[in-house]
């Protein structure tokens, strides 16, 4: 018996990311901590293959099947480019998405309730979250009437994203001037078109793109004076001004029960894909001191953090 347990295969996780190990730490340690209060041990009980593309995305897809010539037992994907490297790598290896635009309209299953294939996990995506980013920033700039969306087109799954917060611009009596980064030697041309535009705030709708380049960005917005909303804390280590979205770190932990669940035996089609709970409203004051914006006193007791 003892021999047996000896020769036991210990369980392997594979983690796909798109970013950076430094970048992603928060989150990867945040699925960590889901694991050890499941009571896995790292090394021990289970082992993680960690894959990371450094930003580049082509690399996706070789990475990817590293991971199945591995034949790890489950793989973890945060994000569309990582999702859909990992869906076109195997059909068979249960992949738990940590989170994901619109999984139902982006075809990675067939219903939150019924994935009915070998994906399952988080959906990042909640009601009216695009609207209420919109409405932060007219609440800190009342007079609000152009705003700047920063975002990448060739980003899977973003469009949605882009649809939405025109709808709420339309609410709101915003006009959205769309600024187009499809490479990182675009956002100077991009600045220039918010510059001649005279946006007032810009919005960044989160991708890969946009997420490596963030200081370059914060930077134009500083110089220019302009609030920046961005769509997690993670993101708000360059400067950015604002942001409104859910608890990445959160969804990172939920992301370990469905590991721990496809550990046990379960089928990755009978769970069903759940949506975020929490939420997390981050004010920089640094940044709002730095612009002369005075933030509202009713927005600043709303922050789950504030940045001093």
């Keep these: 018996m003892a021999q047996a347990q000896q020769f036991k295969k210990i369980p392997q996780i594979g983690l796909l990311s798109a970013g950076s190990s430094s970048a992603g730490s928060p989150r990867i340690e945040a699925f960590r901590q889901?694991?050890?209060?499941?009571?896995?041990?790292?090394?021990?009980?289970?082992?993680?293959?960690?894959?990371?593309?450094?930003?580049?995305?082509?690399?996706?897809?070789?990475?990817?099947?590293?991971?199945?010539?591995?034949?790890?037992?489950?793989?973890?994907?945060?994000?569309?480019?990582?999702?859909?490297?990992?869906?076109?790598?195997?059909?068979?290896?249960?992949?738990?998405?940590?989170?994901?635009?619109?999984?139902?309209?982006?075809?990675?299953?067939?219903?939150?309730?019924?994935?009915?294939?070998?994906?399952?996990?988080?959906?990042?995506?909640?009601?009216?979250?695009s609207g209420k980013r919109l409405e932060l920033l007219k609440e800190i700039v009342p007079t609000l009437s152009r705003a700047g969306v920063l975002w990448n087109p060739a980003d899977p799954g973003i469009r949605r994203n882009f649809n939405e917060t025109e709808t709420a611009a339309r609410a709101l009596g915003v006009q959205i001037h769309s600024l187009e980064v499809w490479s990182r030697d675009q956002f100077g041309s991009a600045f220039k078109a918010a510059t001649a535009a005279r946006v007032q705030a810009l919005?960044?709708?989160?991708?890969?793109?946009?997420?490596?380049?963030?200081?370059?960005?914060?930077?134009?917005?500083?110089?220019?004076?302009?609030?920046?909303?961005?769509?997690?804390?993670?993101?708000?280590?360059?400067?950015?001004?604002?942001?409104?979205?859910?608890?990445?770190?959160?969804?990172?932990?939920?992301?370990a029960l469905y590991v721990d669940k496809i550990l046990k035996g379960a089928k990755p089609a009978d769970l069903p894909v759940e949506q975020p709970t929490q939420f997390e409203l981050v004010i920089n004051l640094k940044t709002a001191k730095q612009i002369g914006l005075t933030m509202p006193p009713n927005v600043l007791a709303r922050a789950d953090k504030v940045i001093r």
Excluded: C, W
Aim: charged share 20%; proline share 5%.
């Design 34 to 129: 889901g694991l050890r209060e499941l009571g896995y041990q790292e090394g021990n009980t289970v082992t993680i293959e960690y894959r990371f593309a450094e930003g580049k995305l082509e690399r996706l897809p070789s990475l990817a099947a590293e991971l199945v010539r591995l034949n790890v037992d489950t793989i973890v994907t945060g994000g569309t480019p990582q999702l859909l490297a990992a869906k076109h790598a195997t059909r068979t290896i249960p992949v738990v998405m940590a989170f994901a635009g619109d999984p139902v309209e982006q075809g990675f299953v067939a219903s939150l309730a019924r994935p009915a294939g070998n994906i399952t996990g988080l959906s990042s995506v909640a009601p009216d979250l």
């Design 203 to 255: 919005n960044l709708l989160q991708a890969n793109l946009t997420n490596e380049h963030r200081r370059q960005i914060v930077k134009f917005a500083a110089q220019s004076r302009l609030p920046t909303m961005f769509g997690e804390e993670g993101l708000m280590d360059a400067g950015g001004l604002i942001s409104y979205g859910p608890d990445y770190g959160d969804l990172f932990r939920r992301a």
